[in-house]
């Protein structure tokens, strides 16, 4: 062994054991408790739907990679965990092939289009759940549930509104607020609030076990643990999921709604924690991550309460990803020990 | 616990000094041969003083400076001048060297007669920092003379040991503070007359308490010197981390730290300068650490200038596992070697050997953002927007990006999850940035 060839490479000779593919599996075993769950509550036709959700966007990648002569990169885990958020946003009852029409979508249109892998301006997961929102919007409405997993958690409130607003008894606790509140269409009057209806009588089912809604909504509780456990494995910082809800929780209540139920309902805490959290489409550093983060609350209470739509999760994520660049641009530190005059100019 | 100071980014690597931080120093043979590059610094490379033939005694100038930033070399050994010729360096350049032959039998050293070291002027210590070609030890290896000799215009009122050794692995300061710590004072003390400071502190990180309690206990006795915990983090031994650390100031871009009052040198220069003053021993030989999983017993040694690895690897037992990487320097910063004929420098603080079970070599992947490289850079750039630029050959935009303040520590490679090589393509940005600017 005296005298024997050793490796040459440059400085530095240790690296930290961390990969691209362990970062994409610290999320996906992050999500893999709400996933299950989700099964468990809206039974196999959720599962159903994360299959095709997940073959379509690897497929996606598969064919696009293939395409253009490029190393197929499947083994990297991005494309399974795209398809895997994807099918977290979608109902569970949704036709499997608009699943996997929205997965396809997802990777060749969101992401490889781009240059694939780091180089993608919108997240992909989003913009395969955008396209199918747009274009099969009756099936992808929230109400699309399976009513049997209803009787899980069925509020009081809940029959009351579906009785007072007449809305189907699927609707989400997001959509029935809406109309609830809505002058226009709320059988109660404007700003009225029907008689014993309260947001917090939603609470505990959709901390717990929430039946109306995607199959990542089904449980606050298991979404904010697995955010723990990726902070606690510092795959995502705290500023963006923190400062996004918390921004969502003080406008909310500004607007003298309940800020508590307006976190839980709908698809904040996912988005927050798990898609707004996306290396590639978020600010690189800490000061932009916070006007991203804050961008996000802002458009996202706008759209809830302002838009037709009762959410504004996915919109608001996509609006602030497009962003980025010019955050990118004119937010990064600055030099240490420089005084003044950010490095900055055009970039590309 | 207070919270310890220190400077913002960097890294937490494992460090690894239990392999070596409990040896004590010992003497490293004496190899048949020795090679001693006419240039081990930054500046000027020397002439020789001497020709092939000619007989050389210890400690004998063999190359003289030939600028102001340059450094003198002298003999390791007693012996025979064999050849005077180009060698390849730890770097892979070829640099002229003296190759000596030693003699079977080696002197001590003696040493020249004490002076009052509390009587020395400014310039003579500078004159002694010189002829003993002192230049700095953790690496950089800058002529301390020079570093001594600050614009009239920027007083220093500071001197900072950097007693941090922060590179993973490496103990011979560690070895050094303890073993060595009366000297190592007098030494500092000698680098605060030198430039005219008011005070020392030495920055130790706190994973070696012991050797700050041993410099405490000695420094309590100098009003002027203090001894400082620093936090466990690379690069926290930087220049301009270090003095941030310490003293909140911020050395600006392209600029030297007594811009800001400051004057750094490394634990085994102000040693090296004591030994020069009290001993008139010039810098012949110094002390490293031979480690890491692939040395069978790792150790500190005092070995000479122009030792090859292959008698420092001999002396602690040999090769163990499978080694793969021969790294001279740590782990961070350091240069791997092809073989073992590299031979020891005055900068040379230390050969660790890698084993095949913790050199993890990637292929270089697609940049996710993730951000970890800009959350890392102590000298807050953007290294993956550096990398981006190099790729297209943009190097403008490489330079406005920070690719020149970039000192090269390797925190942004090491938490890289795509195994980019930032600090290749900053040093090939930094080539390229240099050639456009001679046009």
């Keep these: ?348 | 616990m207070a919270e310890l100071k220190t400077f913002k980014g960097g890294i937490h690597p494992p460090y690894n000094k239990e392999l070596a931080s409990g040896k004590a120093i010992k003497e490293a043979p004496v190899p048949r041969e020795v090679v001693i590059p006419l240039q081990q610094h930054i500046g000027a490379p020397c002439e020789p003083l001497v020709s092939e033939g000619d007989r050389v005694e210890l400690g004998q100038k063999i190359g003289e400076a030939q600028a102001f930033v340059s450094a003198p070399v002298h003999s390791s050994v007693a012996g025979t001048v064999k050849a005077i010729t180009e060698v390849a360096n730890f770097t892979g350049a070829k640099v002229k060297s003296v190759v000596i032959e030693a003699d079977p039998s080696q002197p001590e050293f003696s040493k020249k007669p004490g002076k009052d070291l509390e009587a020395l002027t400014a310039e003579e210590i500078r004159e002694i920092a010189k002829e003993a070609g002192l230049v700095g030890m953790g690496g950089a290896a800058f002529p301390t003379h020079v570093k001594l000799s600050p614009p009239a215009d920027k007083p220093v009122d500071t001197v900072i040991i950097n007693a941090c050794e922060c590179e993973p692995f490496l103990t011979c300061d560690h070895r050094l503070m303890l073993e060595r710590t009366d000297d190592l004072v007098a030494g500092a003390r000698l680098l605060k007359a030198a430039v005219g400071a008011s005070k020392v502190i030495f920055g130790v990180e706190a994973n070696k308490m012991d050797a700050a309690d041993a410099l405490r206990s000695r420094a309590s006795s100098y009003p002027d010197v203090e001894v400082e915990i620093l936090e466990v983090k690379y690069p926290e031994g930087a220049e301009k981390m270090l003095i941030f650390a310490l003293t909140g100031r911020k050395v600006p871009p392209g600029k030297l730290p007594s811009e800001v009052g400051c004057l750094v040198q490394n634990v085994g220069t102000a040693l090296a300068l004591y030994e020069a003053a009290a001993w008139g021993k010039p810098l012949y030989e110094r002390v490293l650490t031979v480690t890491g999983p692939g040395v069978r017993e790792p150790a500190n040694l005092m070995a000479r200038i122009g030792t090859p690895i292959a008698t420092l690897i001999e002396a602690c037992g040999g090769f163990v596992g499978n080694p793969v990487k021969l790294i001279m320097g740590g782990p961070m910063t350091g240069w791997a070697q092809p073989d073992t004929s590299a031979a020891v420098v005055k900068g040379t603080s230390g050969v660790v050997v890698l084993t095949s079970d913790v050199v993890d070599l990637g292929e270089e992947g697609e940049c996710v953002r993730c951000g970890k490289c800009v959350d890392a850079c102590p000298m807050f750039l953007s290294p993956n927007f550096i990398v981006q630029a190099a790729k297209r050959g943009q190097w403008d935009k490489a330079e406005m990006w920070g690719a020149l303040d970039c000192f090269e520590c390797g925190c942004c490679s090491y938490e890289c999850p795509a195994y980019i090589p930032h600090v290749d393509y900053v040093r090939k940005a930094k080539a390229e940035i240099a050639a456009l600017k001679k046009k």
């Excluded at chain 1, 064919?63 to 253009?68: I, L, V, W």
């Excluded at chain 1, 958020?85 to 009852?93: I, R």
């Excluded at chain 1, 029935?176 to 700003?191: E, F, H, L, Q, T």
């Design chain 1, 1 to 348: 062994m005296e005298g024997g060839r050793f490796i040459v490479s440059t400085s530095p000779h240790i690296r930290d054991p961390i990969t691209t593919r362990r970062i994409m599996c610290h999320v996906i075993v992050a999500l893999a408790p709400v996933t299950v769950y989700a099964v468990v509550i809206h039974g196999i036709h959720a599962f159903y739907v994360l299959v095709s959700s997940i073959a379509g966007a690897m497929l996606g990648e598969l064919a696009m990679q293939r395409g253009r002569g490029l190393p197929v990169t499947l083994d990297d885990c991005s494309a399974l965990l795209t398809g895997l958020l994807l099918a977290l946003t979608l109902p569970p009852q949704l036709h499997w092939w608009i699943a996997l029409v929205a997965g396809l979508v997802a990777t060749v249109l969101g992401k490889q289009i781009f240059g694939g892998l780091g180089h993608n301006l919108f997240n992909p997961a989003l913009v395969g759940r955008a396209v199918a929102f747009v274009s099969w919007a009756g099936y992808m409405n929230a109400g699309y549930v399976k009513t049997a997993a209803i009787g899980i958690a069925n509020t009081a409130t809940h029959k009351a509104i579906v009785k007072a607003v007449d809305v189907a008894s699927g609707a989400s606790p997001l959509a029935a607020m809406k109309i609830v509140y809505d002058p226009a269409s709320s059988p109660i009057g404007p700003g009225g609030v029907p008689h014993g209806i309260q947001a917090s009588s939603y609470y505990k089912p959709l901390f717990l076990a929430n039946p109306w809604g995607c199959l990542g909504e089904v449980s606050a509780l298991l979404l904010i643990l697995g955010g723990i456990y990726l902070l606690a494995v510092r795959v995502i910082g705290w500023r963006i999921p923190v400062i996004y809800v918390g921004t969502v929780a003080v406008l909310t209540s500004f607007t003298g709604r309940d800020p508590l139920f307006y976190t839980l309902a709908g698809g904040l805490l996912i988005g927050a924690i798990f898609m707004a959290t996306d290396y590639t489409t978020s600010p690189l550093a800490d000061k932009g991550k916070i006007l991203y983060a804050l961008g996000l609350g802002l458009v996202t209470w706008l759209l809830r309460f302002w838009s037709n739509n009762p959410e504004g999760v996915m919109f608001a994520i996509l609006f602030m990803n497009g962003l980025v660049p010019i955050i990118d641009r004119y937010i990064l530190p600055r030099t240490y020990g420089t005084v003044k005059k950010p490095r900055g100019g055009e970039t590309s």
